[in-house]
């Protein structure tokens, strides 16, 4: 029961170009959306993170857009960099819960 | 550093032994979360604590895996009778409060079982 998905196991853009990471959820009872990036051997940090009630959030680079009536969301990156390159976890919490359910990551690959 | 702390990094057991994992959230927090990763799969929830209590464990196997998290100390993720199935990584998240939506995450506790 994958109530968080990324569909694309990994995904190739060339630096200084766009990358778009996307994310399908199935539970409405989520209320905020969250994404997560990881390096190999290191535990997730942090990156971004959007309401229920906004369709978009940005900061620097990062940006996310929130399709609720889709029931989807997408990280932008731009420009992409090489330190980019790592694994983008999607995450979403419920509105009556504390814990993430996480999707299975995407592989973001930024060539020079 | 204040981060959430996990020991040990890296852990090996045959089957049958018990492993432990410890986890020291970041100062001021008082929730921990534990979290699995199998290998080329996405994190998935096992069990979330405050001090002294299990708050929703509904992530965790029914058998063999048990976690804690004392009034004085760090949260402890037990697992009995470990099979070559349990080789994961196993990360800890702590949070201050239930309305701080994000969490931090330790570097995890890759744990092989020969």
């Known amino acids: 029961d994958q109530q968080v998905k990324q569909n694309s196991p990994s995904l190739s853009v060339q630096e200084g170009r766009i990358s778009i990471l996307n994310c399908d959820y199935t539970?409405?009872?989520?209320?905020?959306f969250l994404w997560y990036k990881k390096y190999p051997a290191e535990g997730p940090t942090f990156l971004i993170s959007?309401?229920?009630?906004?369709d978009k959030n940005e900061d620097g680079r990062f940006t996310v857009f929130l399709n609720k009536s889709a029931k989807h969301l997408s990280l932008h990156i731009v420009p992409s960099q090489p330190g980019d390159s790592a694994v983008y976890f999607c995450?979403?919490?419920?509105?009556?819960?504390?814990?993430?359910?996480f999707g299975g990551g995407t592989r973001l690959m930024v060539k020079p | 550093n204040a981060g959430v702390m996990q020991n040990p990094r890296h852990l090996v057991r045959r089957r049958g032994q018990e492993a432990r994992l410890r986890c020291s959230p970041m100062?001021?927090?008082?929730?921990v979360y534990w979290y699995r990763q199998l290998p080329e799969e996405g994190l998935k929830f096992m069990v979330y604590?405050?001090?002294?209590?299990?708050?929703?464990e509904s992530g965790m196997p029914k058998e063999r895996f048990s976690a804690e998290f004392p009034k004085e100390g760090p949260s402890i993720l037990r697992i009995q009778q470990v099979v070559r199935g349990d080789s994961a990584a196993y990360f800890c998240?702590?949070?201050?409060?239930?309305?701080?939506?994000?969490?931090?995450f330790g570097e995890g506790s890759r744990l092989t079982v020969l």
């Open positions: 539970n409405s009872m989520f209320d905020y």
């Open positions: 959007i309401s229920s009630i906004k």
């Open positions: 100062k001021g927090h008082s929730h």
């Open positions: 998240a702590s949070s201050p409060r239930t309305d701080r939506r994000e969490l931090f």
């Open positions: 995450a979403a919490r419920r509105n009556a819960g504390n814990m993430l359910t």
């Open positions: 604590l405050q001090k002294e209590n299990i708050i929703d």
